[in-house]
Every structure is written in structure tokens, then in C-alpha cells.
């Protein structure tokens, strides 16, 4: 089992800039891929980036450019720095680990960007 603990959301205008945080706990030894997913009202949940216990990141065409997924695995945390934020980018924002296939997602954290 692992648990995720997501946080760092909340309202900003838009240009502004947020940063989230996960922790992981619990059976993380074999976790390689870490994400953020995010699902607006009324649309299915969409990943947003990836990134791999060796740092390698993907990012949504959406948003590349302007977030930034980062791990640090001596802490078990994974950051979405989030810049250059728009009214669209609203949705609650959910952390997830692959452990070897399993999927595994914290309890999301709304991000509101005002216009």
C-alpha cells in the first residue's frame, strides 16, 4: 500500500504561480513513475506530467513550458511548480504512483486560477 498526501493548492490569480507538493509513504521501495493528474467539473481526469524515480519527465502539451514536475526521492516528494497559470488550468489536481502497475492516488487539492 501506498498513501499520498497531496497539498499547496488554493486561488491565484491568473499569470500567478503555485507550487504542489506529495508526499509518498507506505510500501514506496518499488515505485518508479510518480504524476500529477488533474480533472475539471464535468471532464475526465487527464495526466498533466510523469517523471521516474531517475528524473526523466513528460509533460501534457497543454501545460509544457509552464510546469515543472520535480522528485526528490530522499524525502519521497514529488512538486508540480506551476507558473504562467490560467483560468483553464482550474481543476483539482490528484498525485499518483505506479507501483508496478498498481495506481495508487492521493486525495487531490484544488487549484482556482481567477481571471
Known amino acids: 500500500q501506498v498513501q499520498l498526501l497531496e497539498s499547496g493548492g488554493g486561488l491565484v490569480q491568473a499569470g500567478g504561480s503555485l507550487r504542489l507538493s506529495c508526499v509518498a509513504s507506505?510500501?514506496?521501495?518499488?515505485?518508479?513513475?510518480m504524476a500529477w493528474y488533474r480533472q475539471a467539473p464535468g471532464d475526465a481526469r487527464e495526466l498533466v506530467a510523469e517523471?521516474?524515480?531517475?528524473?526523466?519527465?513528460t509533460y501534457a502539451h497543454a501545460v509544457k513550458d509552464r510546469f515543472t514536475i520535480s522528485r526528490d526521492n530522499a524525502k519521497n516528494t514529488v512538486y508540480l511548480q506551476m507558473s504562467s497559470l490560467k483560468p483553464e488550468d482550474t481543476a483539482v489536481y490528484f498525485c499518483?504512483?505506479?507501483?508496478?502497475?498498481?495506481?495508487?492516488w492521493g486525495q487531490g487539492t484544488q487549484v482556482t486560477v481567477s481571471s
Open positions: 507506505g510500501s514506496i521501495y518499488s515505485v518508479n513513475f
Open positions: 499518483n504512483a505506479d507501483d508496478l502497475g498498481v495506481p495508487y
Open positions: 517523471i521516474s524515480r531517475g528524473g526523466r519527465a
